[in-house]
């Protein structure tokens, strides 16, 4: 049984334990352990407040955000968990660019930490566009724990996919 897409590139022990709670049927339910609390941010609008709140906790002088919202197809399309973009538009004699962040809708039912999560790769990729130490720099500062919740993301993807396919049983 191999761990899938999420885990790639982590060391042999740490697959090791992920393949053998996703073969007993428990990987999802130790990250959930890990995380119980659902978090109540399920509209746009909802979404547009918490990202705006963290950004202004941590990033004031980044360009402001025209547009936050959940988004069903991203995972499919993109293969993303989330997206930042800058939509150009002429207004007068001017270029305006208007920035965008989406969030793949199944974080409408995650864990908090990992909506936020989510949102703070997308907010550190407002200043840093490449996936370097700098912007990794920012992710930690915006949220300490980072690099572990990620790592809980992708084990819980791993296991949702696993169980969706009926593999793990």
């Known amino acids: 049984m ?16 992920a393949t053998e709670l996703l073969a007993q049927g428990r990987l999802g339910r130790s990250v959930l352990e890990r995380y119980p609390q659902a978090h109540e941010v399920r509209s746009d609008p909802a979404l547009y407040d918490y990202v705006t709140e963290l950004k202004r906790q941590h990033m004031r ?8 919202a959940y988004d069903s197809r991203l995972q499919l399309v993109q293969q993303a968990l989330g997206t930042h973009t800058a939509v150009s538009r002429v207004q007068g004699g001017n270029l305006k660019a208007k920035r965008e962040i989406r969030v793949a809708s199944l974080f ?8 936020k999560m989510i949102v703070v790769h997308e907010l550190a990729h407002l200043k840093e566009r ?7 720099a920012l ?21 949702r996919e696993f169980e969706a396919s009926g593999e793990s049983r």
């Open 2 to 17: 191999s761990v899938g897409k999420y885990l790639l590139g982590y060391p042999p022990d740490l697959l090791a334990r």
């Open 61 to 68: 002088s980044a360009p402001p955000l025209a547009k936050v």
């Open 108 to 115: 409408r039912e995650a864990p908090e930490p990992f909506l």
């Open 130 to 136: 490449q996936h370097d130490k700098a912007f990794y």
């Open 139 to 159: 992710c930690q500062h915006m949220e300490p724990g980072y690099h572990q919740l990620e790592f809980d993301v992708r084990l819980w993807l791993t296991a």
